[in-house]
């Protein structure tokens, strides 16, 4: 087994997923949520998360290729979609939990993308599985995308210690904050996005 590659899948996939950094965006999303209904808001994200970088690994460049879709413009569709969960976060504007259906829009987006399963990570993954040599690479690559999901749902998992800590008071400023960091996220993406256009056609 090709131990140096599964080190950098999963070095850099935690790093760009960075869960200790999306627990205050989580908490600010799902923190007026019954405990049962947040782990499953966490559960559900990790999984979509998973089947997203999965199937960019196994056909990303065939279906960006298909739709005639560069990779900087999926990064600045990432951006922008934060944008709007920032704008939301920031104002307290956010859907009350019981008009989103249960915790299921709130898992999918923005936690399971683009938060989780987000350009970077998916631009990471495609680069990996390109680099890739035979089957036994491709099944270390897996077991590090496994490896990252499964502490990103631990992490998510038991975040509500920190929410007994915090109490409502706490989460509301939690929310402005992740709100902030949210949308400098989201600015970077699309100034990224930007960079990487100017160098393709400039």
Avoid: C
């Amino acid at each position: 087994m090709n131990l140096k590659l599964l080190g950098e899948v999963f070095v850099t996939l935690l790093v760009i997923v960075d869960p200790p950094g999306m627990v205050p965006v989580f908490l600010a999303l799902t923190g007026a949520l019954p405990a049962r209904d947040r782990i499953r808001a966490g559960t559900q994200a990790v999984l979509l998360a998973l089947g997203v970088i999965v199937v960019f690994a196994v056909a990303g460049q065939t279906i960006l290729d298909y739709l005639h879709v560069q990779l900087p413009a999926l990064q600045g569709a990432g951006g922008l979609l934060l944008v709007l969960v920032a704008l939301q976060l920031l104002t307290g504007k956010t859907d009350a939990p019981e008009d989103q259906g249960g915790t299921s829009n709130v898992a999918l987006v923005p936690l399971g993308t683009p938060l989780l399963a987000g350009p970077g990570a998916i631009v990471a993954t495609m680069l990996f599985v390109r680099r890739a040599d035979g089957s036994v690479d491709y099944l270390v690559i897996a077991l590090g995308i496994m490896a990252v999901m499964l502490l990103v749902w631990l992490v998510l998992r038991f975040s509500g210690v920190i929410v007994r800590l915090l109490r409502p008071g706490g989460i509301e400023v939690l929310t402005r904050i992740a709100g902030l960091l949210l949308a400098a996220i989201a600015v970077q993406l699309i100034a990224d996005a930007v960079a990487a256009f100017v160098r393709l056609y400039g």
